[in-house]
Nanobody, 115 residues
Framework: QVQLVESGGGLVQAGGSLRLSCAAS????????MGWYRQAPGKQRELVAV???????NYADSVKGRFTISRGNAKNTVYLQMNSLKPEDTGVYYC?????????WGQGTQVTVSS
């Protein structure tokens, strides 16, 4: 069974840092890319950052220079280092894997940034 498990969310003050982790299991297909999305209350889910199997990364404009996405050595893990957090970064963060047309989502982890 394909599964993505996120961890690392929590409550942090503005200006602080958090590191999210996502581990994939049960994936028999090759992974095209892995990424992080977030959904704030009352808003649509939006892309935060994505990294391809080749290591190319793209970020939402709102997080450029503050967040860094990276892959683990095992290639089935992805991390999101979040620095200089702002209250508007609050939301549920979801890990995503693109298996060349098949999309898998994690269950989400809550990130709350207090002002």
């Amino acid at each position: 069974q394909v599964q993505l498990v996120e961890s690392g969310g929590g409550l942090v003050q503005a200006g602080g840092s958090l590191r999210l982790s996502c581990a994939a299991s049960g994936i028999m297909l090759s992974i095209k890319s892995m990424g992080w999305y977030r959904q704030a209350p009352g808003k649509q889910r939006e892309l935060v950052a994505v990294i391809t199997s080749g290591g190319s990364a793209n970020y939402a404009d709102s997080v450029k220079g503050r967040f860094t996405i990276s892959r683990g050595n095992a290639k089935n893990t992805v991390y999101l280092q979040m620095n200089s957090l702002k209250p508007e970064d609050t939301g549920v963060y979801y890990c995503n894997a693109d298996l060349w047309g098949v999309t898998v989502w994690g269950q989400g982890t809550q990130v709350t940034v207090s002002s």
